[in-house]
């Protein structure tokens, strides 16, 4: 994620892909302008089981780093914005409501209580829902 603040973006790709087929098919899906791209081919590692005294190896894979052009931006990689609210109780308290959306679209909801004219406390409750 701190990669694609620069505009650089990973994948995992089949292992049969090249470079000019991970640049045509990253700008047809995404609508951008790839400048660049990096390959790097990952080895599967040697892994042991836990009873028996057996070794087996892990598939390994394919991973692009995709430079983009500067100013453009792939939209699953980017962190969702809070929005912040206030709102007044029926007691006439108000309340901060803190509002974010993860990828999946689902809405968490943090609640900040503070007491006017009092040091503040806070009290959070998170609300996850469609």
């Given at each position: 994620?701190?990669?694609?603040?620069?505009?650089?973006?990973?994948?995992e790709?089949?292992k049969?892909?090249?470079?000019?087929?991970?640049?045509?098919?990253?700008?047809?899906?995404?609508?951008?302008?790839?400048?660049?791209?990096?390959?790097?081919?990952v080895?599967?590692?040697?892994?042991?089981?836990?009873?028996?005294?057996?070794?087996?190896?892990?598939?390994?894979?394919k991973?692009?780093?995709?430079?983009?052009?500067?100013?453009?931006?792939?939209?699953?990689?980017?962190?969702?914005?809070?929005?912040?609210?206030?709102?007044?109780?029926?007691?006439?308290?108000?309340?901060?409501?803190?509002?974010?959306?993860?990828?999946?679209?689902?809405?968490?909801?943090?609640?900040?209580?503070?007491?006017?004219?009092?040091a503040?406390?806070?009290?959070?409750?998170?609300?996850?829902?469609?």
């Open positions: 994620m701190k990669l694609a603040q620069g505009g650089l973006y990973a994948f790709v089949d049969n892909a090249t470079k000019p087929l991970i640049a045509r098919a990253v700008a047809e899906k995404f609508s951008v302008k790839v400048l660049e791209v990096k390959v790097v081919n080895k599967g590692k040697i892994k042991q089981q836990k009873r028996a005294r057996k070794t087996y190896q892990t598939a390994g894979f991973k692009a780093l995709v430079q983009v052009k500067k100013g453009e931006k792939i939209a699953i990689f980017e962190t969702p914005k809070e929005e912040e609210v206030t709102v007044t109780t029926a007691e006439g308290e108000p309340m901060k409501l803190k509002e974010k959306k993860d990828l999946l679209g689902r809405t968490k909801v943090k609640v900040e209580r503070s007491a006017v004219g009092a503040p406390t806070t009290q959070r409750k998170v609300i996850t829902g469609k």
